[in-house]
């Protein structure tokens, strides 16, 4: 157990609709991660926020947004929904600081199927 | 735009061998970190082991150890004693060394079988 939670942990639903994954980093941790994880395009990052702000932004796509926080849970949003938007997302924390290169510890995944 | 590349889609090794993963990676940068990470069938990613690129000596965790050469921008994995519950997708991942935008770049996967 990484200490990460995500909810739920499976999702279906259909095209056009919108829906929320939501994550919960282990204690301490002030960043969070987004991963999706799909059999074309592999392992993406797709964002990152430390302490409730945005701090880096992968190959997220415009009907794609997140927030974390006061309490540092953060939410991934996806609108539109495509059929190839079904994947693997996963949350991930890490104490992050100057220096740079910390372990990153995943949540267990939500599996998003679009129908 | 870096980038990370496992050549190996998918190996096997008899339990108790001993198999090497192979990783390549571009980058311009001369600080970053590397990384494995290892997820079986339950989809759980996990952290097998860790590199600072800065450092010479390559990093070991148990029967696990890398083959990092930074000229050459390779990164192997070594896993020693293979195991039963060795058996999951690798994935190498590349992090820049930007203090406080830690985001990750990974590979394709590797598919390790291990036989009884």
């Known amino acids: 157990d990484s200490g990460v939670t995500q909810t739920p942990k499976h999702l279906i639903t259909a095209t056009g609709q919108r829906v929320t994954l939501r994550c919960s980093p282990r204690s301490g941790d002030l960043s969070v991660y987004w991963y999706q994880q799909s059999l074309d395009q592999g392992l993406q990052f797709l964002i990152q926020y430390y302490n409730g702000e945005e701090r880096a932004k992968g190959n997220i796509l415009e009907r794609f947004s997140a927030q974390q926080f006061p309490d540092l849970h953060s939410e991934l949003n996806l609108s539109s929904l495509e059929l190839g938007d079904s994947a693997l997302y996963f949350c991930a924390s890490s104490v992050t600081g100057l220096a740079g290169g910390h372990e990153q510890f995943f949540g267990p995944g939500t599996r998003l199927t679009v129908l | 735009a870096q980038t990370v590349t496992q050549s190996q889609p998918e190996m096997s090794v008899q339990e108790a061998e001993t198999v090497t993963l192979s990783c390549t990676y571009d980058t311009s940068e001369n600080n970053y970190y590397l990384f494995w990470y290892k997820q079986p069938p339950s989809r759980q990613m996990i952290l097998v082991i860790r590199?600072?690129?800065?450092?010479?000596q390559n990093a070991t965790e148990n029967r696990f150890s890398v083959n990092f050469q930074k000229a050459a921008k390779s990164f192997s994995l070594k896993i020693s004693d293979s195991q039963l519950g060795d058996t999951a997708m690798y994935f190498c991942?590349?992090?820049?060394?930007?203090?406080?935008?830690?985001?990750?770049?990974f590979g394709k996967g590797t598919k390790l079988t291990v036989n009884p």
């Open positions: 991942a590349f992090m820049p060394h930007q203090g406080g935008s830690e985001k990750l770049v």
């Open positions: 590199q600072e690129a800065y450092k010479q």
